[in-house]
């Protein structure tokens, strides 16, 4: 898959920039690796796993998730940028619900048939039930309830982080990102200081919300156009951080990659300075990186990237069913472990194709059919209530895709800036204007983006 800097004027059309979505498709393959790693430690009559043993790869992959906060920071700072006043951010936050919620819940049922089936059933307290919907954990009094599907618990920092993009929308700052930025690392520094008793407080100035911060940041400089400056240094820190986290997979990390440990903030500051720190490095290095050819590598890249939240909410299924598969195969003294392993990250990358195709892209038509609705609103409705981009609709986490190709009607001006339409077989993408074009004119296209 051949990469090259994109250059700051593109030359013909508008050059691809596919990092996002390859950078989604990596952290969500990285989940799954973790998860599958747990598959096959549990079961050991397959043998023991020599990938497995080359280091501390056992919780490693957990890090994807600390990449998908990365990425929703930055991609939510540009997609919010048209948005102003109490309307546009009440629609973005219904939007943004009906983005992710729908495949979510819907992962949720068949992981509760699955239970009744293959595993053993779990009694759901109510208030799983109210986090799984609500995603913000505002039902919990002592301590944070685990959504049906575990890995619920990123989406319920995701939607937390919307929050505050919905007040910036408020307040007509959304295009000054870095004051939530700023409130976002004030809040954590309060929260450290006086260790509030309350859990609501205790989960807004969780220090893991810093690592949204750090996508603002980001974006930031990108916005800017400094991302294209000085291109040897940000790829010798890029290089330099992505050396230390392969340090940590081979000689440990500590307790950082442990979901409670970020839950009740024990270990969120230090995740933050391990992970989230040295990924922000690598995810700047990389961010200016345009698609060169198309390769069949660099296709299956794009389309893990599209898959990615789906990939992310169906792989725990798929867990468990082979869980159930597995435990009955015979101990026949073979090292199965590793082919093991392998298979059962195929075959959730597979059913993650086939949950996108059927069940997140359906989904996210109907939601950008609706978009469209708002925007042939008769002119006076629309003058009050003016349609979100399309980027605010269809981006999504680990976020994280959207509709199989560009919205209709959707025409982006000359300079417009683009980043990849989640669910799309790559974006085009010209980059960042310099300082003097920084804010995009009133009445310009806003640029596609996934989320999350």
């Not at 913000?136 to 009094?141: C, E, I, N």
């Not at 199989?404 to 417009?416: C, E, F, H, N, T």
Request: charged share 15%; aromatic share 10%.
């Amino acid at each position: 898959m051949a990469l090259r800097t994109a250059q700051s004027q593109p030359t013909t059309g508008q050059r691809r920039l596919d990092s996002i979505q390859i950078m989604r498709g990596v952290a969500a393959a990285l989940v799954v690796f973790a998860h599958a790693v747990d598959l096959v430690q549990v079961n050991p009559h397959l043998g023991t796993s020599h990938i497995v043993g080359l280091g501390a790869l056992e919780n490693f992959g957990a890090i994807g998730v600390d990449l998908f906060f990365i990425i929703s920071g930055f991609v939510m700072a540009l997609s919010v940028t048209r948005l102003s006043g109490s309307v546009a951010a009440r629609r973005f936050l219904r939007l943004r619900w009906a983005r992710i919620a729908p495949p979510f819940l819907i992962a949720c049922g068949l992981f509760i048939c699955l239970q009744a089936f293959f595993g053993a059933p779990h009694p759901l307290p109510w208030r799983a039930l109210a986090n799984a919907v609500l995603f913000v954990p505002v039902v919990d009094g002592l301590g944070y309830t685990i959504p049906v599907l575990e890995v619920g618990w990123s989406l319920s920092f995701e939607f937390t982080f919307y929050l505050g993009v919905a007040a910036l929308v408020v307040l007509g700052l959304s295009r000054r990102p870095e004051i939530l930025a700023a409130f976002i690392v004030l809040a954590v520094a309060v929260g450290m200081a006086t260790d509030p008793q309350h859990f609501l407080l205790r989960w807004v100035t969780n220090p893991i919300m810093l690592e949204f911060v750090l996508g603002i940041v980001a974006y930031r400089l990108w916005e800017k156009g400094l991302l294209n400056r000085a291109r040897v240094v940000q790829w010798v820190l890029g290089a330099v951080a992505a050396g230390y986290l392969l340090y940590q997979a081979a000689v440990g990390f500590g307790a950082v990659s442990e979901a409670r440990g970020v839950l009740d903030a024990t270990t969120s500051a230090e995740r933050v300075l391990m992970w989230g720190l040295p990924l922000f490095f690598v995810f700047v290095a990389l961010l200016p990186t345009a698609q060169g050819p198309v390769t069949p590598s660099g296709q299956f890249a794009r389309r893990l990237g599209d898959s990615s939240y789906s990939l992310y909410l169906v792989h725990p299924l798929v867990f468990l069913f082979l869980a159930a598969v597995y435990a009955r195969v015979p101990a026949m003294g073979l090292p199965l472990a590793d082919l093991v392993l392998l298979f059962s990250v195929a075959v959730a990358v597979g059913a993650g194709f086939a949950f996108y195709r059927w069940i997140e892209c359906p989904i996210n038509e109907k939601v950008r059919r609706s978009n469209q609705a708002a925007a042939k609103a008769p002119e006076p409705a629309r003058a009050a209530e003016r349609p979100l981009p399309a980027d605010a609709v269809t981006e999504s986490m680990p976020a994280i895709g959207a509709r199989p190709g560009p919205l209709a009607g959707s025409v982006p001006p000359p300079r417009a800036r683009h980043l990849p339409a989640h669910g799309s077989h790559g974006a085009h993408a010209t980059h960042p204007p310099h300082r003097r074009h920084a804010a995009p004119p009133r009445h310009s296209a806003t640029p596609r983006v996934p989320l999350g």
